[in-house]
């Protein structure tokens, strides 16, 4: 009998961890990756779907003056993937309900991704309060429309800072392209997240124009830009050879850390592993001081010899 109840046992945790498992690797459902992993976006309701029949039904209950209905109602318009659902998520917004009912539709809206909406957004990028304007111009960055990216240029002048380094990261991430000007110009007035943006959009003109900030801008800001430059296939190996030069001269622990992680993701074999970038990238390294264990980024014990070590590296 304990022979039995010990097999039962097993089977039963085995089961678990193959359901977990399985959870893990399945991938995320559509509307999740469309929304990208937001962690303001409210949960999904649970049991039966809404369809576009039960729209009209829905919007009424956001009328109630129970904010619990309220907040379901916008929960259940939020997972009908139709333009009829924005109509009354407007309204919703501009009766002008409380702070977190406002957050709530506006998280909705920017699931549902759909221009129709683009008006409304608009209006709440000049809410009185920075988290309602964030919310906007988040989602008006989940649409494809061409309006898009002029719409969050007006956000790196907001007065909040986190709005407009939301509009900043956001215009990075939609791809616009036309609007590393006016990235540079924020990243002059102080916008920092404007440098990541301009390292994923900017051409190797953009290179030598961000160049120029090395040394006038925290360090660790210029990486931030140099990351995304580095990284990206077009643009040109000579582009890439001239920041790490610069960085070389820089010198330095944060110079030493993002050198050998750009170097850990260069080709080891072939024709590329024997390339100038490849060579520059291990003769610079060898020029700054440290060891490959601080390098990569390996984390030492406070208080040990090896963080002292790299504590008096630092300070030099």
């Known amino acids: 009998m304990t022979l039995v109840r010990s097999v039962l046992s097993i089977t039963l945790v085995g089961g678990l961890w193959l359901g977990a498992l399985l959870a893990l690797a399945a991938p995320a459902p559509a509307s999740a990756q469309r929304r990208g992993g937001n962690n303001d976006a409210q949960a999904e ?3 039966p779907q809404p369809t576009v029949r039960d729209i009209d039904r829905i919007a009424a209950q956001l009328g109630s003056s129970n904010e619990d209905e309220v907040r379901e109602a916008i929960d259940l318009l939020s997972v009908i993937d139709h333009p009829r659902v924005i109509p009354p998520l407007a309204d919703l917004l501009r009766s002008g309900r409380s702070d977190e009912v406002t957050d709530r539709a506006l998280t909705a809206l920017r699931g549902l991704a759909h221009p129709s909406a683009i008006d409304v957004l608009v209006e709440f990028t000049r809410h009185r309060r920075a988290r309602a304007r964030r919310l906007a111009y988040q989602a008006l960055a989940a649409i494809e429309d061409r309006r898009i990216a002029e719409h969050l240029e007006q956000g790196l002048r907001d007065s909040d800072r986190s709005v407009r380094a939301m509009a900043a990261r956001q215009l990075g991430e939609i791809g616009a392209t036309r609007s590393v000007d006016t990235l540079f110009l924020a990243f002059d007035r102080g916008v920092v997240e404007a440098a990541a943006a301009i390292g994923k959009l900017g051409n190797r ?3 030598n124009r961000f160049n120029e900030h090395l040394g006038q801008v925290p360090l660790s800001v210029m990486l931030s830009g140099y990351h995304e430059f580095v ?14 030069n610069r960085l070389g001269e820089v010198s330095g622990q944060m110079v030493r850390v993002f050198l050998q992680r750009y170097l850990d993701t ?7 592993a024997r390339g100038r970038l490849r060579t520059t990238v291990e003769s610079t390294l060898r020029r700054i001081p440290g060891h490959a264990g601080s390098a990569r980024g390996r984390e030492v014990s406070a208080g040990s010899d090896e963080a002292r070590e790299q504590a008096a590296e630092t300070e030099e």
Request: glycine fraction near 8%; avoid cysteine; aromatic fraction near 0%.
């Open 45 to 47: 309701p649970t049991g």
């Open 205 to 207: 003109q953009a290179v």
């Open 231 to 244: 990284r990206r296939r077009d643009i040109p190996e000579e582009a890439k050879i001239d920041i790490i």
């Open 266 to 272: 260069l080709p080891t074999r072939g024709r590329a």
